[in-house]
């Protein structure tokens, strides 16, 4: 059975950071590509960031980009994000997917169409 677990999501002031990790089991997800996605009360789920699957391509939302970074740990099936500056408009939960293929680019890597695996969640809140 496959599944992506996130964690690392609570409540934090503005300015401050958290870093959120998402684990991969069921089969390897060593050569696919992962992204983050995040939904907020009454709005759809956007775009967060994806990485290739060596991470050595990353695409970001116009949102974060500079705040936040993408990055995975293959040999422990594990990707993470790391958010820094957090803002209160970044409060949503936060999602982890995968996807079977290896490259997606910035496109089809911001559509949540393109992944067939989701995580449960994780609720990131940033207090003002």
């Known amino acids: 059975q496959v599944q992506l677990v996130e964690s690392g999501g609570g409540l934090v002031q503005a300015g401050g950071s958290l870093r959120l990790s998402c684990a991969a089991s069921?089969?390897?997800?060593?050569?696919?590509?992962m992204g983050w996605f995040r939904q907020a009360p009454g709005k759809e789920r956007e775009f967060v960031a994806s990485?290739?699957?060596?991470?050595?391509?990353?695409y970001y939302s116009d949102s974060v980009k500079g705040r936040f970074t993408i990055s995975r740990d293959n040999a422990k099936n594990m990707v993470y994000l790391q958010m820094n500056s957090l803002k209160p408009e970044d409060t949503a939960v936060y999602y982890c997917?995968?996807?079977?293929?290896?490259?997606?680019?910035?496109?089809?890597?911001?559509?949540?169409?393109?992944?067939?695996?989701w995580g449960q969640g994780t609720q990131v809140t940033v207090s003002s």
């Open positions: 990485i290739n699957w060596s991470g050595g391509s990353t």
């Open positions: 069921g089969r390897t997800f060593s050569r696919d590509a």
């Open positions: 997917a995968a996807t079977h293929l290896s490259e997606l680019g910035y496109g089809l890597g911001s559509r949540p169409g393109a992944y067939g695996y």
